[in-house]
């Protein structure tokens, strides 16, 4: 999971953090509402997309939902629901299909989902619930087969960045936020098929064209002060 649990505060050893990249949503939002983010920076960097995996090669012609029904599964892999975004994302999906239930007794509970994808590659899981970007990334394994999940059965996993008080006044954190919207992060947007990506920095409109053509979605934030131009919001509408 991105977002571990965050010492006090807020810091790793001998040097405080200066922008956290979280998981989700919910730990970006209590650090801004308890003053350690610096409040309006909080943005969507990501959006998740949860896949069914497996390398055991019993399973390999199945379809899903029909491959959670077999009867030679003895172990399922998710994120537990309480603490990983994909894992209640996981248990959602379940749910929704009617078979939380029935395969509770199977579920093997990971601390994070990275912990997940590990049991599974290593063949401890006949099933894995994970993160799409693990198995782009992670998956060396060419017997293995991964099936897209309807992201109508589950809610939007929104994972949401900040910068904290410490990168306040640091001209690098504001440099990385612009480098986020960089050429290199554009092509990785392509290349890892992202659906939605939010944009905090000095993008132009055409930029943010540029981005959407790819057929990603796009959420353009602004820094909203005193002497904003809303005028500037237009050159950013598209007909």
């Known amino acids: ?31 801004e509402n308890n003053s350690k983010g610096v409040a309006g920076t909080r943005f969507t960097y990501a959006k ?8 055991n090669k019993n399973l390999l012609n199945q379809k899903f939902p029909a491959v959670l029904n077999s009867t030679i599964i003895k172990y399922i892999g998710i994120g537990n629901p309480k603490f990983v975004p ?10 929704k299909l009617g078979l939380f239930e029935k395969l509770k007794p199977k579920l093997i509970l990971g ?14 899981l006949d099933l894995a619930f994970v993160a799409k970007s693990d198995v782009m990334i992670k ?4 017997k293995s087969i991964v099936w897209d999940i309807s992201q109508d059965l589950y809610s939007p996993i929104k994972q949401d960045a900040i910068m904290l008080i410490s990168g306040k006044k640091k001209n690098g954190v504001k440099d990385f936020l612009n480098f986020l919207s960089s050429d290199y992060i554009k092509n990785k947007i392509k290349e890892h098929k992202l659906q939605a990506v939010q944009l905090h920095g000095k993008e132009t409109p055409d930029y943010c064209d540029s981005i959407n053509e790819l057929g990603v979605e796009i959420i353009k934030a602004f820094n909203v002060h005193d002497d904003f131009d809303f005028k500037k919001l237009k050159s950013y509408e598209k007909n």
């Open 1 to 31: 999971m991105v977002n571990p649990i965050l010492p006090k505060p807020c810091s790793a050893p001998g040097n405080p953090l200066d922008i956290f990249l979280s998981g989700d949503q919910k730990l970006p939002k209590m650090l």
């Open 48 to 55: 998740g997309q949860l896949q069914l995996w497996t390398n």
């Open 86 to 95: 994909y894992g209640f994302a996981a248990k959602e999906v379940l749910l």
């Open 111 to 124: 601390k994070n989902i990275n912990q997940v994808f590990v049991m599974g590659y290593f063949g401890n």
């Open 139 to 142: 998956n060396y394994n060419q």
